[in-house]
């Protein structure tokens, strides 16, 4: 197992499009992370599923983003009618358990223009 | 309210130039501190995790110490490869993570 895979690695979307993005966290890990990050900025929590439960949202979750886990496996992030303010790094992570640490993929970049 | 604040915001050293990073928090029921390495453009790396206070953690030229109120990251003899941005972050309610904004190390040849 190679880590947290995510694609695509960078993404360019006009305004008021939708766009999704993909997770693979490691495969022993029924613990997956969203996470957003700006520049000069900490990854910022986004979401957390335990298996295929999604069991905690940040405020910061519109209702304009929406995450899946089918089968507890890899993970999509999906946001609609995107805005210039959603630009940023979208970052997956995963973990054994709780309290232990996440490992990362490389991250998302998407660019709202 | 919980908090992570590092500091210096960002750090120059020459190389072999030996510093330390703080992570100070106020966080009730401490349960962890993380410490990742991020390059420009990557995803965070792990670094260490650190438990309970008095514990401390080596790899390479870095070593993470943990108090009651903060953490410190101590870099011993940087080499510009160590060049990176460095986080640390706290889990709080349920299983989400709090990171601090970080501290820009830049290493010079």
């Known amino acids: 197992d190679t880590g947290v895979s995510q694609d695509p690695r960078h993404k360019i979307t006009k305004r008021g499009q939708n766009v999704t993005f993909r997770c693979d966290p490691i495969?022993?890990?029924?613990?997956l992370y969203w996470y957003r990050q700006t520049l000069g900025q900490g990854p910022e929590f986004l979401t957390y599923?335990?298996?295929?439960?999604?069991?905690?949202k940040s405020r910061l979750l519109s209702d304009r983003f929406s995450a899946e886990r089918p089968k507890g496996s890899f993970s999509t992030l999906e946001i609609q009618r995107t805005e210039q303010g959603d630009s940023a790094m979208y970052l997956c992570?995963?973990?054994?358990?709780?309290?232990?640490?996440?490992?990362f993929g490389q991250g998302t970049r998407l660019t709202v223009v | 309210e919980d908090q992570v604040t590092q500091s210096p915001e960002a750090l120059r050293l020459q190389e072999g130039e030996s510093s330390s990073l703080n992570c100070s928090y106020t966080v009730s029921g401490l349960r962890g501190l993380f410490w990742y390495r991020q390059d420009p453009g990557k995803g965070p790396e792990f670094l260490f995790t650190l438990y309970s206070a008095g514990e401390e953690k080596e790899k390479e030229r870095l070593k993470a110490t943990l108090t009651k109120k903060e953490s410190f990251l101590h870099i011993t003899a940087p080499k510009p490869e160590d060049s990176a941005t460095y986080l640390c972050a706290v889990p709080i309610t349920g299983n989400q993570f709090y990171f601090g904004t970080g501290t820009s190390l830049t290493v010079i040849p």
């Open positions: 992570a995963s973990s054994l358990d709780t309290n232990t640490e996440a490992f």
């Open positions: 495969s022993e890990h029924n613990r």
């Open positions: 599923f335990q298996n295929e439960a999604q069991l905690e």
